[in-house]
C-alpha cells in the first residue's frame, strides 16, 4: 500500500518554463489538495479537489493549474514558473468523512532559477 | 481572525521536561481535530485525533474543548526525539476541509 506518491522530489526550473507535479493515491480517497510551505512558514493550500471532475481553488492558487479526471490522479500544473514559486509542494488525500486525517505525499522540492 | 491560532513558539526544553501546546478555532461548526508533527524538511504526519473526551498515547495526551473551541497537547518526559513542529488541524464543514494551524516548534535540549 503505497499511499501519496508524489513525483519528482526535486526540480529545478528556469524561469518561465511549465512543468507538472504529479501526485497519486492509492487509498480511494474522494478529498485531495496541493500545499506549498516556504522556508519558515505554514502550509498554504493551493487548490484542493472533493472528487473526480471537481476542483476548487485555495488561498493562494495564482500561477497554477490542477484536473481531476481519476480519483486516484491530482497533478498540479505550474503554467509559468516564477522565482515566487520556489517551495516545496506537498499533496494530500482523505477519505470524505475526513474522521482520519490527511496522509501526505513526501513532497516536491521545487527551485525556480 | 485566523481559523486555527496556535502558540507561537518556539518552544526550548530539557530533556524530561513537561511541554503544553495551546490552539484555538474559529469555526464553531468544525467537526474533527488532529495534532500533526512535521520534523525539517520532511512531510507532516498524524500524530493523533482529538476526541472530545480527551485521548491519550503513551507520553502524549490531547484535550478539546468545544465550549471554547480550544485544543491542547500535552507531551511528558519530553525526549529529543520529540523535537518538530507541531500542527493543530481542524475539519471545517465544507470548502477546503481541513484547516491547518501555523505550527510550534519544539526543540529538546539535551
Known amino acids: 500500500n503505497a499511499g501519496v506518491t508524489q513525483t519528482p522530489k526535486f526540480q529545478v526550473l528556469k524561469t518561465g518554463q511549465s512543468m507538472t507535479l504529479q501526485c497519486a493515491q492509492d487509498m480511494n480517497h474522494e478529498y485531495m489538495s496541493w500545499y506549498r510551505q516556504d522556508p519558515g512558514m505554514g502550509l498554504r493550500l493551493i487548490h484542493y479537489?472533493?472528487?473526480?471532475?471537481?476542483?476548487d481553488q485555495g488561498e493562494v492558487p495564482n500561477g497554477y493549474n490542477v484536473s481531476r479526471s481519476t480519483t486516484e490522479d491530482f497533478p498540479l500544473r505550474l503554467l509559468s514558473a516564477a522565482p515566487s514559486q520556489t517551495s516545496v509542494y506537498f499533496c494530500a488525500s482523505s477519505n470524505n468523512q475526513g474522521y482520519v486525517g490527511y496522509t501526505f505525499g513526501s513532497g516536491t522540492r521545487l527551485t525556480v532559477v | 481572525r485566523k481559523e486555527v491560532e496556535q502558540d507561537p513558539g518556539p518552544f526550548n526544553v530539557p530533556e524530561g521536561a513537561t511541554v503544553a501546546f495551546n490552539c484555538t478555532y474559529s469555526n464553531s461548526a468544525s467537526q474533527s481535530f488532529f495534532w500533526y508533527r512535521q520534523d525539517c524538511r520532511k512531510e507532516p504526519k498524524l500524530l493523533m485525533s482529538?476526541?472530545?473526551s480527551g485521548n491519550e498515547d503513551g507520553r502524549f495526551t490531547a484535550q478539546l474543548n468545544r465550549a471554547s473551541q480550544y485544543i491542547s497537547l500535552l507531551i511528558r518526559d519530553s525526549k529529543l526525539s520529540d523535537s518538530a513542529t507541531y500542527l493543530c488541524v481542524v475539519k471545517v464543514p465544507s470548502g477546503q476541509n481541513f484547516v491547518f494551524g501555523p505550527g510550534t516548534r519544539l526543540s529538546v535540549l539535551p
Open positions: 479537489s472533493v472528487g473526480a471532475g471537481i476542483t
Open positions: 482529538v476526541y472530545s
